[in-house]
């Protein structure tokens, strides 16, 4: 198994929109629904943002969407904040009970 | 409010075994709801799984780890462990615990604070 592949960085204005991409293969990300996102910032646990592709856990804002086409997810931040600035990491169901994370994109607010 | 805390060596030698326990407080890990992972971060590096638990004692593990994983359950202490046999310098990372509410699907809504752990003679 190997790592879904991420950006290593993204960026944007406050305000703007960003789309973080997370490629995996059909073993994975193209083979389930079970796709997920999380936040991370310097020196903190990981925050869950997004679950099943598209799903947002109670308390998350909607300005966090997920989507899939194929073997590639995304994660899309529009309104841009600059406590959004963070690693984020994709996540998958990789088949036979395992999981598998992305390497990770750092996200710069400018 | 439901916490997980880890706890173990802050350091390890080469060669030997590391061994983490997280507690879970104001819930229980004998909740057949979650299942119950560790993950791992290198300094300056992503996320790893390494596997999981459920109550029952039924355990799936990241293949690249396996040959040197265990992870078991602890329902009198509601506490769940990792041990990780011949660690290596590779080793070292921050070690979390974390719930997962997606059936293994790696859907982890809570976690620890994180455990330093470097391996180093």
């Known amino acids: 198994q190997s790592a879904l592949t991420q950006p290593r960085s993204v960026s944007g204005s406050p305000g703007q929109s960003v789309t973080i991409s997370c490629t995996g293969t059909s073993s994975d990300v193209g083979g389930y629904n079970f796709v997920s996102w999380y936040r991370q910032h310097p020196g903190k646990a990981p925050k869950l943002m997004i679950y099943d592709v598209t799903k947002r856990p109670s308390g998350v804002p909607d300005r966090f969407s997920g989507s899939k086409s194929g073997n590639t997810a995304s994660l899309t931040i529009s309104g841009l904040q600059a406590e959004d600035e963070a690693d984020y990491y994709c996540c998958s169901y990789a088949g036979r009970y395992t999981v598998l994370f992305g390497g990770g994109t750092k996200l710069t607010v400018l | 409010q439901v916490q997980l805390q880890e706890a173990g060596p802050g350091l390890v030698k080469p060669s030997e075994t590391l061994s983490l326990t997280c507690t879970v407080s104001g819930g229980s890990v004998s909740s057949g709801s979650h299942y119950w992972s560790w993950i791992r971060q290198p300094p300056g590096k992503g996320l790893e799984w390494i596997g999981y638990?459920?109550?029952?004692?039924?355990?799936n593990y990241n293949p690249s780890l396996k040959s040197r994983v265990t992870i078991s359950v602890d329902t009198s202490k509601n506490q769940f462990s990792l041990k990780l046999r011949s660690v290596t310098a590779a080793d070292t990372a921050v070690y979390y615990c974390?719930?997962?509410?997606?059936?293994?699907?790696?859907?982890?809504?809570?976690w620890g604070r994180g455990t330093l752990v470097i391996v180093s003679s």
């Open positions: 974390a719930r997962d509410i997606g059936a293994g699907s790696g859907y982890f809504d809570l």
């Open positions: 638990i459920y109550y029952s004692g039924s355990t």
